[in-house]
């Protein structure tokens, strides 16, 4: 009897993904392999913050006299920044430059569904529900609803929480940032991301509420002080928008349940951060009201600027 023909392997069998390839079962990675699992899940950076100290280093050692400050200004008796310090900043800098959020609307299939994958696995594994819960405990003073201070925390402490989320979601796929939704040009909400069982997503604006124009956005960029800045944009951009998505996002308790969250208040941040580099001002808070709890001992002058904490925005 002649033997059975053999099977046509299938594109399925044949086919190897990038996966497959850099994380071989019971083998640590070559070297090929492991760059594969780099650029598949975004780790390389694009400038190496290392290098580029090294390469200010040098520079400076061919300068006659080498300067132990650098001057800010030109203008005499301006001031002047220990070289130690710039080159610390570089180095913050460029690492920022590779861990870059964008607005959504630039990811592709690939990344939205890398972005929902980290949501389920952290729902599966039940950290993200005791984080979202974070959020229900306003004893955390982070909103105008809670007075004054609550106003002047409302922006540190919410920067502070999406980097902690941003942060366990990067634990569930390395490299991962979060898109930011930019509500006053895209008038649309993002119900690409998943929605976990349980969260409500109504139909947007049913509620008689209104996303901001870009024309308020731009008026709040002229508010010359830090709470004159802070309360028009959690009352006239932040609320409007929760309230637009007509749902689980809605209710201050519950919101964050829903992690359309995040990418509002990516955006909320990336407002806040581009205010910033215009403006000098900043939350006047003092004792336990600067601490950013849960989250001890951080205090809100150490989120004031995201250039250390080591991201940035694109």
Same mark, same amino acid.
């Given at each position: 009897?002649?033997?059975?023909?053999?099977?046509?392997?299938?594109?399925?069998?044949?086919?190897?993904?990038?996966?497959?390839?850099?994380?071989?079962?019971? =083998? *640590?990675?070559?070297?090929?392999? !492991?760059?594969? $699992?780099?650029? &598949?899940?975004? +780790? @390389?950076?694009?400038?190496?913050?290392?290098?580029?100290?090294?390469?200010?280093?040098?520079?400076?050692?061919?300068?006659?006299?080498?300067?132990?400050?650098?001057?800010?200004?030109?203008?005499?008796?301006?001031?002047?920044?220990?070289?130690?310090?710039?080159?610390?900043?570089?180095?913050?800098?460029?690492?920022?430059?590779?861990?870059?959020?964008?607005?959504?609307?630039?990811?592709?299939?690939?990344?939205?569904?890398?972005?929902?994958?980290?949501?389920?696995?952290?729902?599966?594994?039940?950290?993200?529900?005791?984080?979202?819960?974070?959020?229900?405990?306003?004893?955390?003073?982070?909103?105008?609803?809670?007075?004054?201070?609550?106003?002047? =925390? *409302?922006?540190?402490?919410?920067? !502070?929480?999406? $980097?902690?989320? &941003?942060?366990? +979601? @990067?634990?569930?796929?390395?490299?991962?940032?979060?898109?930011?939704?930019?509500?006053?040009?895209?008038?649309?909400?993002?119900?690409?991301?998943?929605?976990?069982?349980?969260?409500?997503?109504?139909?947007?604006?049913?509620?008689?509420?209104?996303?901001?124009?870009?024309?308020?956005?731009?008026?709040?960029?002229?508010?010359?002080?830090?709470?004159?800045?802070?309360?028009?944009?959690?009352?006239?951009?932040?609320?409007?928008?929760?309230?637009?998505?007509?749902?689980?996002?809605?209710?201050?308790?519950?919101?964050?349940?829903?992690?359309?969250?995040?990418?509002?208040?990516?955006?909320?941040?990336?407002?806040?951060?581009?205010?910033?580099?215009?403006?000098?001002?900043?939350?006047?808070?003092?004792?336990?009201?600067?601490?950013?709890?849960?989250?001890?001992?951080?205090?809100?002058?150490?989120?004031?600027?995201?250039?250390?904490?080591?991201?940035?925005?694109?």
């Amino acid at each position: 009897m002649p033997p059975a023909p053999r099977k046509k392997a299938t594109t399925r069998t044949r086919k190897t993904t990038a996966a497959a390839v850099a994380a071989p079962a019971g =083998r *640590f990675p070559s070297g090929e392999q !492991l760059r594969v $699992l780099e650029d &598949e899940w975004g +780790l @390389r950076p694009a400038v190496d913050p290392e290098a580029l100290a090294l390469r200010l280093d040098r520079h400076l050692a061919t300068v006659p006299a080498p300067p132990a400050a650098v001057r800010v200004a030109g203008a005499d008796g301006a001031p002047t920044v220990p070289v130690a310090e710039v080159r610390r900043w570089l180095v913050q800098l460029t690492s920022s430059l590779s861990r870059v959020r964008v607005d959504h609307r630039r990811l592709d299939q690939a990344a939205k569904d890398r972005f929902n994958k980290a949501l389920k696995d952290a729902h599966a594994d039940h950290s993200y529900q005791p984080f979202a819960a974070i959020h229900a405990d306003m004893g955390h003073m982070m909103h105008s609803m809670m007075g004054p201070i609550g106003t002047r =925390r *409302f922006l540190p402490w919410h920067r !502070l929480y999406t $980097l902690r989320c &941003e942060d366990l +979601l @990067r634990r569930k796929q390395p490299g991962l940032t979060i898109p930011y939704w930019d509500f006053a040009t895209d008038h649309h909400r993002p119900d690409w991301v998943w929605q976990p069982p349980g969260v409500q997503r109504g139909v947007p604006g049913a509620a008689g509420d209104h996303l901001p124009t870009q024309a308020v956005i731009d008026g709040l960029q002229h508010r010359r002080t830090y709470t004159g800045f802070t309360s028009h944009l959690e009352t006239d951009a932040h609320n409007n928008v929760h309230n637009w998505c007509n749902g689980t996002i809605s209710d201050p308790m519950t919101a964050t349940q829903d992690p359309i969250f995040w990418l509002l208040h990516a955006n909320v941040d990336r407002v806040w951060d581009h205010w910033q580099l215009t403006h000098s001002g900043r939350p006047s808070l003092a004792g336990t009201d600067a601490v950013l709890d849960p989250w001890q001992p951080t205090t809100a002058a150490q989120v004031d600027d995201i250039t250390p904490l080591g991201y940035s925005y694109g």
